[in-house]
């Protein structure tokens, strides 16, 4: 049974440092591994995707990687803003192909400081 | 180009009741999945439906149902509500093609609360 787990659960840093949420799973058989943003009352908001065969994709300041092997993801957030702060969630969809399943970890609630 | 809708955004059951919430996908999009997020049991699968079948399902138990129409347009019931049915529910829509990315979605849910 495929389990997902985030660390740290909250994590709180000053404005303009460069951090690193952690993911990962017990089972490395994965479709592919989103990255979720998630505002307090609201849904999610998808921030990067990386399929099975990919190591790593990038938007803006935001770097995901993927080590299948190892079952294992980074999210690196670089000169972190108080807008970031948020729920940071993670999500794999099992190898039985492409479809709507994914399985969550608990997230990682993230505070920057002013 | 119009994101995942769903509706109602906030609603207040007593126990025994049911209730229907609706989710409309972003166009074009025919897979739609529902989820579960509570703060003691975080995100959980719910169902997803694909071309008006269900394709997936959780571990959830028969109280809870779903059906997409023609449009791709779904809707999930829960009936004979509980307590614990108290939760954000959460839709999401994707393209689910072989050549997709599998990229889900989601929509702002529906909170539910029971009394």
């Known amino acids: 049974k495929q389990e997902v787990t985030q660390i740290p659960a909250a994590l709180s840093v000053p404005e303009g440092e460069n951090l690193v949420l952690n993911c990962s799973f017990t089972?490395?058989?994965?479709?592919?591994l989103q990255w979720f943003r998630q505002d307090p009352g609201k849904g999610l908001t998808s921030l990067l995707l990386i399929q099975s065969s990919q190591r790593e994709q990038t938007s803006g300041r935001l770097n995901a990687s993927l080590d299948k092997s190892s079952g294992r993801s980074t999210l690196y957030i670089a000169a972190s803003q108080p807008g970031d702060s948020a729920t940071y969630l993670c999500a794999v969809s099992p190898f039985s192909g492409n479809t709507g399943k994914l399985i969550f970890g608990q997230g990682t609630t993230l505070q920057v400081k002013p | 180009k119009a994101g995942v809708t769903q509706t109602p955004r906030y609603l207040i059951k007593t126990r025994g009741q049911q209730v229907t919430l609706s989710c409309s996908p972003i166009?074009?999009?025919?897979?739609v999945s529902w989820y579960q997020q509570t703060p003691g049991q975080g995100l959980q699968f719910l169902f997803e439906?694909?071309?008006?079948?269900?394709?997936n399902k959780g571990n959830f138990p028969g109280r809870f149902s779903g059906r997409q129409f023609s449009n791709s347009r779904s809707e999930m019931n829960v009936s004979t509500l509980e307590l614990g049915d108290s939760a954000l529910y959460l839709c999401?829509?994707?393209?689910?093609?072989?050549?997709?990315?599998?990229?889900?979605?989601f929509g702002e849910g529906s909170r539910l609360t029971v009394l």
């Open positions: 439906y694909f071309s008006e079948t269900q394709r």
């Open positions: 166009s074009g999009h025919r897979s």
């Open positions: 089972d490395s058989a994965i479709y592919n």
């Open positions: 999401a829509s994707s393209l689910a093609g072989r050549t997709n990315t599998g990229e889900l979605f």
